[in-house]
């Protein structure tokens, strides 16, 4: 079974510049996640997807981030314009999540490596 | 609002010894995840081990076995046998049951060990 696929896997930009992730979870896999990940620190949620519906986007910085999962299944994540404070590993993670709250395991892409000078 | 404390940044452990990593959370939920995963350096995190807070078992995965102590918000991960393998960050996350499903990372311990 092919994991989480993320690209690129390194991206170097200068500030104000535009960037783009993309991420094609596991087949089957209904909840998509966004996190970034700044060096040293756990990953943090951006946005969270069930099917392609965005249920939780609150830590999104909207006026620069967006997102959108076409038919449920790969995810772009932008940033226009990139800040030098950008710089950190963006990270998509997939589930299958069933009723209730129930949740198999959620699996982790490579990331994506983003300097921004 | 929910936290997850990881107290010690940074850990040593000899090779075929065993160690064990902290964790704390706060949360006024009754029902909820608990996860231990793992961050080699080649960054693809990995989950080691889950735990159900209405479940007071605690959970085994082969060298990996967790403390789950519910009233004192504890969740530490004990790794018997350690290998070179087993170098890596390790995170505490937490996980909502209800609402937004949200997780929450700890900051992450840096586990070397030593042959």
């Known amino acids: 079974e092919a994991g989480v696929v993320q690209s690129p896997r390194y991206k170097i930009i200068e500030k104000k510049q535009p960037v783009a992730f993309w991420c094609n979870p596991i087949?089957?896999?209904?909840?998509l996640y966004w996190y970034r990940q700044n060096l040293g620190q756990g990953p943090e949620l951006l946005i969270r997807?069930?099917?392609?519906?965005?249920?939780?986007d609150s830590q999104l910085p909207k006026d620069r981030f967006s997102a959108e999962r076409l038919k449920g299944v790969d995810s772009t994540l932008k940033i226009q314009p990139a800040e030098l404070g950008d710089s950190a590993v963006y990270l998509c993670?997939?589930?299958?999540?069933?009723?209730?709250?129930?949740?198999?395991?959620?699996?982790f892409g490579p990331g994506t490596r983003l300097l921004v000078l | 609002a929910q936290t997850v404390t990881q107290s010690q940044p940074e850990m040593s452990v000899q090779e075929a010894e065993t160690v064990t990593l902290s964790c704390t959370y706060d949360?006024?939920?009754?029902?909820?995840?608990l996860f231990w995963y793992k961050q080699p350096p080649s960054r693809q995190m990995i989950l080691v081990i889950r735990?159900?807070?209405?479940?007071?078992q605690n959970a085994t995965e082969n060298r990996f076995s967790v403390n789950f102590q519910k009233a004192a918000k504890s969740f530490s991960l004990k790794i018997s046998d350690s290998q070179l393998g087993d170098a890596a960050m390790y995170f505490c996350?937490?996980?909502?049951?209800?609402?937004?499903?949200?997780?929450?990372f700890g900051t992450g311990t840096r586990l070397k060990v030593l042959a």
């Open positions: 993670a997939s589930s299958l999540d069933l009723l209730g709250g129930v949740q198999e395991t959620q699996y």
């Open positions: 735990q159900e807070a209405y479940k007071q």
């Open positions: 997807y069930e099917n392609e519906e965005a249920v939780d």
């Open positions: 087949s089957g896999h209904n909840t």
């Open positions: 996350a937490y996980r909502y049951t209800s609402g937004t499903y949200k997780y929450i």
């Open positions: 949360t006024s939920e009754s029902d909820y995840y």
